[in-house]
């Protein structure tokens, strides 16, 4: 059984920046990938930014480009996410979430998540 533990949001001012973080237990070899999605009030739950486990490559969806980086430490099976030049937008309860079938850009096709954390950028 996987299990992710997301920490790290919190309150910002628009300009500033946060830094997430995911630890993850239970991970096998069929994951494909670790990413976070977020999920403002009313809205579906978007992606944000993807790690690949086969060669670590990463993706980014567009509203985050440019802004934010995701990374991970593999000997800790954790992953982060450096948020920078946050907007009001950006606000929302942010996901951490594993993969092992499918594409890793629909959340539909994640098998795990955390119980996310909240980020909430101020004006």
């Known amino acids: 059984q996987v299990q992710l533990v997301e920490s790290g949001g919190g309150s910002v001012q628009a300009g500033g920046s946060l830094r997430l973080s995911c630890a993850a237990s239970?991970?096998?070899?069929?994951?494909?990938?670790m990413a976070w999605f977020r999920q403002a009030p009313g809205k579906g739950r978007e992606g944000v930014a993807i790690s690949y486990n086969r060669d670590s490559s990463t993706y980014y969806f567009d509203p985050v480009k440019g802004r934010f980086n995701i990374s991970r430490d593999t000997a800790k099976n954790t992953i982060y996410l450096q948020m920078d030049s946050l907007k009001f937008e950006d606000t929302a309860l942010y996901y951490c979430?594993?993969?092992?079938?499918?594409?890793?850009?629909?959340?539909?096709?994640?098998?795990?998540w955390g119980q996310g954390t909240q980020v909430t950028v101020s004006l």
């Open positions: 979430g594993t993969a092992s079938r499918g594409s890793c850009r629909f959340a539909d096709n994640y098998d795990y």
């Open positions: 239970g991970l096998t070899s069929s994951t494909r990938c």
